[in-house]
């Protein structure tokens, strides 16, 4: 018999709740969390077939976030967990839909019952919801370039947080490039941890506590900051990246990696784990070559139909055509942010993301534009057919002989 998966939300007893509920043959807790954004992701992660949620919050928020989990996931149970015998509890029980009510503290017999009616119940109703339609997303989108100074770092953090925004769902800008990553100082945020304490505490590290490492933007972004000390550099190893990475990926609905433009065991993983590979180019006969190295590494490593081609400060004088670009790849730029270097300046020199102090501008608008073609499914154009004849640049050869 399958387990059962539980995701316990409890600003208070959580840790404890999940020692007692492993003991269940029948359960399988896949998160406990006393943040409600963090189980919320979880719950869109695992679609367990329980969550037990706490509504005694401070400021009576409680009510209202329990019928957010009973409406957001109609296929699990719900139980709510309070420390009064109120009788609103009950009342809110049965205005959501909720399956049970469990005053705190509890023993572990009447614990153990009331988890195991509810699980009978669940799988009476589990037919039921087999075609229903599932709207959450996880992506994991990796911005790469070989080539420094084409606005990688800035296209991820920006990318990130008009994600973020756009979607209200939780999303990290992890910073791989751990010789000199500069990501949280583009954000203008301060940070105390970064992947280097992660990489530390990787074999005890509970993925509901992955929030305490990140510094947080004023927008809701989470950022995963490089290593202060890039002689830390050489004690994290690729493994160590893939672990993170899928950590995230289970308590962030957007992962968005700024990878190192350098190649590296640890760019691998970011490469691996991603759904979408945004290769960032400039219009100058340097970076279109570099670009075409990129494209190539990505084939060989059979990856080339998740890259997409994103041409950064497109407008300067002497740049090359969009069309000349588009026509040597054999496949679509799919978006083209416009330069603006006194914007983009007095954005890192003021620490603060370029999206921020350019949102109505050209430029705001193309970074939507992309924001919306990753988390549409069907945004991008399609490589898949065209990706093994990519790199047949044989067959034309004109733009950078």
Known sequence: MDKANVVIIDHIQAPALKIRLENLPEVNVVGATGDPDIGFTIAERFKPELIMFNVDLPGDIGPALAERFAL?????????????????????????????????????????????????????????????RDNSQFKTITVFSTKGGVGKTTIALNLA??????????????????????????AGVSWKRSIKDLVDDIDSLDKELIDSYCAQHSSGLKILSAPVNPDFVGFIQAQHIENILSLLSEVFNY???????????????????????????????????????????LQRLSMGSKARVVVNRAGYSGGLK????????????????????????DAVNMGKPLYSMAKHSQIGRRFEELARKIVDEEGF????????????WQHTGELLK
């Open 322 to 345: 969009i069309k000349d670009i588009e026509n040597e790849l054999g496949m679509s730029v799919e978006c083209v942010i416009p330069c603006n270097d006194k914007v983009s300046i």
């Open 72 to 132: 957001s996931f109609p296929t699990s149970s719900l139980v709510l967990l309070t420390n009064s015998d109120s009788k609103k509890v009950l009342h809110l029980a049965l205005q959501i839909g909720a399956k049970d009510v469990i005053t705190l503290p509890v023993d572990d017999q009447r614990l153990n019952r009331a988890i195991q009616r509810v699980l009978r119940q669940n799988s009476k109703r589990a037919s039921f919801s087999a075609g229903k």
């Open 381 to 392: 154009h399609e490589v898949q057919a065209t990706a093994p004849q990519i790199l047949g």
């Open 161 to 186: 947080l008009v994600i973020g925004q756009m979607t209200e769902k939780r999303a990290v800008a992890v910073d791989l490039d751990l010789c000199s990553g500069n990501l949280a100082l583009m």
């Open 255 to 297: 992962v968005v990696i700024d990878a190192p433009s350098y190649i590296h065991d640890t760019l691998i993983p970011a490469l691996e784990a991603a759904d979408d590979i945004l290769i960032v180019t400039t219009l100058d006969l340097a970076s279109v070559q570099n670009l075409k190295q990129c494209l190539d590494l």
